[in-house]
């Protein structure tokens, strides 16, 4: 396993910084993530936002099964600054989060590939899906239809749509530096957002950036003294 590669803790402070909590439910190959808001009871199930379910599968030799993705509000999938109740949440949503999640403890498990089938209970909605998931790197398979020639994979999927792949390696290579961005980004928000009820721009958690060389902003700086930049 590669040393500089995404991790359970990246992705817990990630989601945090976010405003949500992760829990995990482990049943031997078995896996199952719920996403709640982050300061909700952990008693309150009402207050899912969304859940994956996912297994190892023996046949073929350690794929990893996304079986089931489920986000209450679609647009917390594939948009930015989404908000519900005392929430808010910017970037990669909470399916980005989760499915991260599910293939760390995949590739623990020794998977290297992951499939997932792009359900299609709506044209539009499926186009939407096909969408999301490519832009995490998965690949179209082949269709899963009503004809004959879908029985294996309906009885595998239960359902119809597209069936999708992806080398979880790769998915590890590409998005673990964005993720670290990510964190950076949040957590430079909620310093942001921390200070936004001060009275004056010495007051509260500010962050300023200058962007010129040094030297070059001795008046401004002076101006700011005190103010972390």
């Known amino acids: 396993m590669s040393t500089d590669q995404m991790t359970s803790t990246q992705l817990d402070e990630y989601a945090a910084l976010c405003g949500l909590r992760i829990d995990k ?3 031997g190959v078995s896996l199952r993530l719920e996403a709640y808001p982050l300061r909700a009871p952990a008693d309150d199930k009402e207050a899912l936002l969304g859940y994956l379910e996912a297994f190892v599968r023996p046949i073929p030799f350690k794929l990893f099964q996304l079986d089931t993705i489920r986000v209450k509000n679609q647009r917390q999938n594939s948009g930015y600054k989404r908000k519900r109740d ?3 949440m910017d970037g990669p949503g909470i399916s980005f989060i989760m499915g ?3 293939l ?3 590739t623990e498990k020794g998977c290297t590939e992951t499939q997932l089938l792009a359900v299609k209970d709506s044209e539009t909605m499926h186009e939407i899906l096909i969408r999301l998931y490519q832009s995490f790197g998965f690949t179209v398979l082949r269709e899963v239809g009503d ?3 879908s029985v ?3 009885l595998v999927w239960g359902a119809v749509g597209t069936l999708m792949a992806m080398n979880i390696p790769s998915f590890m290579q590409e998005w673990t530096p964005k993720l670290k961005k990510l964190i950076k980004v949040a957590a430079l928000k909620a310093r942001m957002d921390s200070g936004s009820n001060s009275d004056s721009i010495g007051g509260g958690n500010n962050l300023v950036a200058l962007t010129r060389e040094n030297g ?3 008046k401004l700086l002076a101006l700011l003294d005190g103010v972390e930049c």
């Open 25 to 27: 439910i482990e049943k």
């Open 86 to 88: 005392n929430w808010t």
């Open 100 to 102: 991260s999640m599910a």
């Open 147 to 149: 004809d004959n020639a």
């Open 216 to 218: 070059a902003n001795d």
């Open 152 to 154: 294996p994979d309906r």
């Open 104 to 106: 760390v403890w995949a």
